[in-house]
C-alpha cells in the first residue's frame, strides 16, 4: 500500500496481515491434524480423487480379511470331516483284527461268538460316528446327497467361490461311506470262519473307500490353505497401496508444522505491530 495515507478508520496493513493469519491458521490446523490421525487426507479437501480410490482399496483390503476367515470355517470343517473318518478308520483297522483272528481255526466257537460281540459293538459305532458327524447342526455324511458349501472368497470387483463337498448320495450311517455297497451291513459278523473271511474282504474295500474320502478331503484342505496364503498376500498388497496414498510424510508435516509456527508468531507480531501504526496518528494532535 504504497503512498497510503494515514486513516483512522480503515488500517490496510492490519487487515492484511489478517488475512495472511486466517491461511496461516489453516495451514497449521491441517498440519497438525495429519500428524495426529498420520494421515495424509484427513478430509476431502486434501485429495478427493485419492479418497475416492483409497476407500475403494480399502473396502477391499476388508473384504479380503473376512476371505480369509471364511476360508478358515471352510478349512474346519474339512477337518472335523477328517477327524470323523479318521476314527472310522481306526474302528475299521480293529474290525479287521477281530476278523482275522476270528478266521482262525486256533480260536473256538466261544471266542469267536466273543469277538463277533465286539465287533458288533464296532459297527454301531461307526453308524454312530457317521450319523452325528456334522458342522453347526448340519450333519456333514447326509441321508439323501453330498455336503456342499461355496466358500466365498472373492473381493468388491469381483466374485470367487471355492466349493467344498463331502460324501455321495449313497445314505447315512455305514452305507455313506459306500460300506453297504460292499455288503457289511447286511453280512456284519465274523461268528465263524466263513464270516470271518468274507468279512475281511468287505472291510478291505471299507478301508479303501475311507482313504479314497481322505485323500478328497486332503486335497480340498490344501487348496483352501494355499488359497488363505494367496488372499493374505493380495490383501497386504492392497493395504501397501493404500497406506501409499493415505498415510502422511511424518518428516514432512512435522517441517511444515516449525514453519506454520514461526509464520503464525510473525504473523502475530505483524498484526500488533499494524494495529499499533494506527495509534501514531494521534501523536499530531498533541
Not at 192 to 208: N, P
Not at 227 to 247: C, R, W
Request: net charge positive; no cysteine.
Amino acid at each position: 500500500m504504497s503512498g497510503q495515507a494515514f486513516s483512522v478508520l480503515n488500517s490496510f496493513s492490519s487487515m492484511k496481515a489478517q488475512k495472511d493469519l486466517y491461511f496461516t491458521n489453516i495451514g497449521l490446523n491441517k498440519t497438525l491434524g495429519k500428524l495426529s490421525s498420520g494421515k495424509r487426507i484427513v478430509e476431502a479437501a486434501d485429495d478427493a480423487a485419492g479418497l475416492a480410490i483409497a476407500s475403494s482399496l480399502n473396502a477391499d483390503a476388508l473384504a479380503l480379511d473376512q476371505a480369509v476367515r471364511n476360508a478358515n470355517d471352510g478349512i474346519a470343517i474339512v477337518q472335523i470331516a477328517d477327524g470323523a473318518l479318521s476314527k472310522l478308520n481306526d474302528l475299521l483297522l480293529r474290525g479287521v483284527t477281530l476278523a482275522e483272528q476270528s478266521a482262525s481255526d486256533t480260536v473256538g466257537t466261544k471266542e469267536k461268538q466273543t469277538l463277533n460281540v465286539e465287533y458288533r459293538q464296532i459297527l454301531n459305532e461307526l453308524n454312530r460316528v457317521v450319523s452325528v458327524a456334522n458342522f453347526k447342526g448340519e450333519r456333514l455324511f447326509s441321508v439323501s446327497n453330498s455336503f456342499t458349501k461355496g466358500v466365498y472368497v472373492g473381493d468388491t470387483q469381483f466374485a470367487s467361490f471355492i466349493t467344498i463337498s463331502i460324501g455321495g448320495t449313497r445314505g447315512a450311517g455305514t452305507a455313506a461311506l459306500g460300506l453297504s455297497n460292499a455288503g457289511l451291513t447286511s453280512f456284519s459278523a465274523i461268528s465263524t470262519q466263513s464270516e470271518a473271511i468274507r468279512t475281511l474282504s468287505l472291510l478291505k474295500t471299507a478301508v479303501a473307500s475311507i482313504s479314497t474320502w481322505r485323500g478328497s478331503l486332503g486335497a480340498q484342505q490344501n487348496r483352501l490353505v494355499n488359497a488363505v496364503g494367496i488372499i493374505q498376500v493380495q490383501g497386504l498388497n492392497i493395504k501397501a497401496a493404500e497406506s501409499a496414498i493415505t498415510d502422511a510424510n511424518m518428516a514432512e508435516e512435522i517441517v511444515n508444522m516449525t514453519k506454520w509456527n514461526i509464520l503464525m508468531q510473525s504473523g502475530m507480531s505483524s498484526l500488533a505491530q499494524a494495529n499499533a501504526s494506527s495509534q501514531m496518528v494521534l501523536q499530531l494532535l498533541r
